[in-house]
T-cell receptor
Framework: QKEVEQNSGPLSVPEGAIASLNCTYS??????FFWYRQYSGKSPELIMS????GDKEDGRFTAQLNKASQYVSLLIRDSQPSDSATYLC???????????FGSGTQLTVLP | DGGITQSPKYLFRKEGQNVTLSCEQN?????MYWYRQDPGQGLRLIYY???????QKGDIAEGYSVSREKKESFPLTVTSAQKNPTAFYLC????????????FGEGSWLTVV
């Protein structure tokens, strides 16, 4: 069974700080990696995708991938209260490239 | 506007009833998916379809059925065999190509009464 595990939450950071979210996965054949943000009662929204080892930056968000360690992370710089949400790590594998999701990490940014 | 439309947004089911959740996309995506989310949990894959007239079971297909008669449509039926159907149901689609970014509809809340 393919597994995706995220660091247990909830996670609280003060406004302006860096939030660090971590994720490990079990399937070495995984090809694509995604971070989704989900506000309470809403559907997930894609915020980052990463496909190769290293860092990928997009505004205040940086995704980091280490396939040897089967580890992917998301850094949120200058955290804002509007970043308060649950962050879902998702890993794509298989012939249909279906996503396997972690259980999510709830982030609260305190004003 | 392009996107994925799910309906209804809220649905109540009586014991023993079958209900069908609609999912339509106008993104011209080949692949479509149904996920279930329970409170405080991640998403679990119910069924997926890579092409019209073909679909495969996901991790929790028991008690559910789907059809894919048109590229744009992928309805999910929650049958009476599904003993604990109360959840948030999410339909998604992707182009199916390398990279395979999956986009979600707004979701449907199903409650058993």
């Amino acid at each position: 069974q393919k597994e995706v595990e995220q660091n247990s939450g909830p996670l609280s950071v003060p406004e302006g700080a860096i939030a660090s979210l971590n994720c490990t996965y079990s399937d070495r054949g995984s090809q694509s990696f995604f971070w989704y943000r989900q506000y309470s009662g809403k559907s997930p929204e894609l915020i980052m995708s990463i496909y190769s080892n290293g860092d990928k930056e997009d505004g205040r968000f940086t995704a980091q991938l280490n396939k040897a360690s089967q580890y992917v992370s998301l850094l949120i710089r200058d955290s804002q209260p509007s970043d308060s949400a649950t962050y879902l790590c998702a890993v794509s594998s298989g012939s249909a490239r279906q996503l396997t999701f972690g259980s999510g990490t709830q982030l609260t940014v305190l004003p | 506007d392009g996107g994925i439309t799910q309906s209804p947004k809220y649905l109540f089911r009586k014991e023993g009833q079958n209900v069908t959740l609609s999912c339509e996309q106008n993104l011209n995506h080949d692949a479509m998916y149904w996920y279930r989310q329970d409170p405080g949990q991640g998403l679990r894959l119910i069924y997926y379809s890579q092409i019209v007239n073909d679909f495969q079971k996901g991790d929790i297909a028991e008690g559910y059925s789907v059809s894919r008669e048109k590229k744009e449509s992928f309805p999910l039926t929650v049958t009476s065999a599904q003993k604990n159907p109360t959840a948030f149901y999410l339909c998604a689609s992707s182009s199916g190509t390398s990279g395979n970014t999956i986009y979600f509809g707004e979701g449907s809340w199903l409650t058993v009464v």
